[in-house]
């Protein structure tokens, strides 16, 4: 690690040492507040464990459950527990084995080890010895069912209790934010290298490649699995398969790819066109119109609202490139737009890249519908200040919409020549990460020069 590195370290972690005595303080008072509603003592976090493989010895992938890492930024330690009562310090009881199997992650503290009474757990079947004796009060909060009910946890995952925590989860804390300022900047530094391997020729396997070394990954550190696209895949919204085989000519790249620091996750995603060429001409205006609906993330606005208005605008492209022979108008009204976007223009973001509370108008978790008439929205909620959201729209080429268009009552407001000219280059999706302040929006993509 070279000196600069160094530097920039160490300034990242004072400035998150400074933050989080807050976030802490935060989490207590939510913590404090729903235990008094529910009438319960506490909480029990587990972080998880890991899951094997049937009829194998070894693991998936850990992941670490998102209520653990809300209060610390442990993402990798299996077997460990939060024990909280919105009170008293809480206590993290950290498995720590003795295993000459597997690298052993030695406990440090960092800025964060203060706030917490520390027990070590050197055996995964012996927590119980750990946890409150009497477990009538606490609520388990964790995916592993089975192992609460063995440990004697009457109440599992509450629904009540999760609503609470969730809509709270949408009001991103300084620390929080700081946090998801550090992904973008890993996911920036390493769209800026898949950008380069597109353009010198490279497969969507090497593209992926070198996005993951530009920043010191392995397959299973992204946040989600990365969308690495070329020419007509581009149009599948999923596209996870990383062709190894260079395609005779590049003609398009979108790339759907994130990062992780300290468990919060960056979410970009950006679409490249080789040549100057229409198609570089659609990804400008695409660029113009995400910028746009960024402009419209305001507090006390909807953000259904501000997905109808993007759907609309798209609809104005579609016939500015003379995809639809109809007016924008026209085109929502018959519901056309949604064979080129078929999905909401963003979700919240945060410590998952689909985060919770999206739906929810209170802390009972209230549910917001969506319209009928957009079904894929990922949030309903009203914006709000210090909330966290991508906005990501796209227009796409997809022939299974296109054929289903075709046969339609509406098959007539398309000019079919002009579209299947496009299929080649496969669809755009630009996505940029928003936190929404009260007097402006940062976005933290854009600031760090990602275009």
Known sequence: MTTLNVEVNAQVNEKLAAQYPAHIAQLQQTTKA???RENLEGIV???????????????????????????????????????VNGEDKPTLIYYQPVDFWHKV??????????FFNIKVLTKA????????????????IGSHIEVATALGFETINPEPLLNYIHYHRGYKSKYEH????????LAVNAHQAARHAFLQGDSEYDIQQAYLKSIGYGSNDTPYNNIVALNKNCSILHYMSLDKETPPVHQSFLIDAGANFNGYSADITRTYSYKNDKFAELIARMDLLMLNAVDG?????????????????????????????VDADT???????????????????????????????????????????????????????????????G????????????????????NWQNVDEMRSFGGIRIEDNIIVHQSHNENMTRDLGLT
């Open 178 to 185: 700081e946090c998801l300022r550090q992904s973008n900047i």
């Open 331 to 393: 085109a929502v009204e018959s519901g056309i737009i949604s064979t080129f976007f078929p999905h909401g223009l963003g979700h919240h973001l945060g410590l998952q890249v689909h985060d919770v509370g999206g739906f929810m108008a209170d802390e009972r978790g209230t549910h917001v519908n969506t319209p009928a008439a957009h079904p894929f929205l990922r949030t309903s909620r009203v914006i709000e200040a210090n909330q966290v959201f991508t906005i990501e729209p």
């Open 125 to 140: 079947s012996e927590v119980e010895k750990l946890l409150p004796y009497d477990k009538k009060g606490f609520a388990y």
């Open 105 to 114: 992650t030695v406990l440090d503290e960092s800025y964060w080890g203060e």
């Open 297 to 325: 993330l305001k507090p006390g606005l909807s953000y259904v609202d501000l997905h109808i208005q993007a759907y609309k605008a798209i609809g104005q492209v579609l016939r500015d490139f003379n995809f639809i022979n």
């Open 45 to 83: 976090i587990h972080s998880g464990q890991e899951i094997k493989i049937f009829l194998d010895d070894n693991s998936y992938p850990f992941k670490v459950n998102p209520h653990f890492k809300y209060w610390l930024p442990l993402i990798d330690i299996p077997n460990s527990w939060l024990v």
């Open 395 to 414: 227009l796409y080429f997809i022939d299974s919409l296109l054929a289903d268009l075709k046969c339609s009552a509406n098959s007539d407001q398309v």
């Open 34 to 36: 729903v235990l008094a």
